[in-house]
């Protein structure tokens, strides 16, 4: 009923950066929390940002200063900017969303994930 596609990730070298986007798209009624996750190999999936539909961001420690996370209501779409990219950025880049979409006369919620992206950084 809906989907996320992620986009944007790449090889990049420390110190440069890169913008994801994540669409969501479907039968939607109102999506309400948004976030980035990442996991990276034989590490376990970590939260990296999160934006309420007010547009409200909240980041992990790691990232604080250097990623920007961002929402466009009216394109179902939420953005991250990260700069100042560092090796240990590495890592396949997620998006979540809590969304309610429509199902017959009323709606369903549900949580969705994107297929994720690969971020690279080299040093």
């Known amino acids: 009923q809906v989907q996320l596609v992620e986009s944007g990730g790449g090889l990049v070298q420390a110190g440069g950066s890169l913008r994801l986007s994540c669409a969501a798209s479907?039968?939607?009624?109102?999506?309400?929390?948004m976030g980035w996750y990442r996991q990276a190999p034989g590490k376990q999936r970590e939260m990296v940002a999160t934006v309420t539909s007010g547009g409200s961001a909240d980041y992990a420690d790691s990232v604080k200063g250097r990623f920007t996370a961002s929402r466009d209501n009216a394109k179902n779409t939420m953005y991250l900017q990260m700069n100042s990219l560092k090796p240990e950025d590495t890592a396949v880049y997620y998006c979540?969303?809590?969304?309610?979409?429509?199902w017959g006369l009323g709606a369903q919620r549900t949580d969705t994930w994107g297929q994720g992206t690969q971020v690279t950084v080299s040093s």
């Open positions: 479907g039968s939607i009624f109102r999506i309400n929390n």
């Open positions: 979540h969303a809590d969304i309610r979409y429509y």
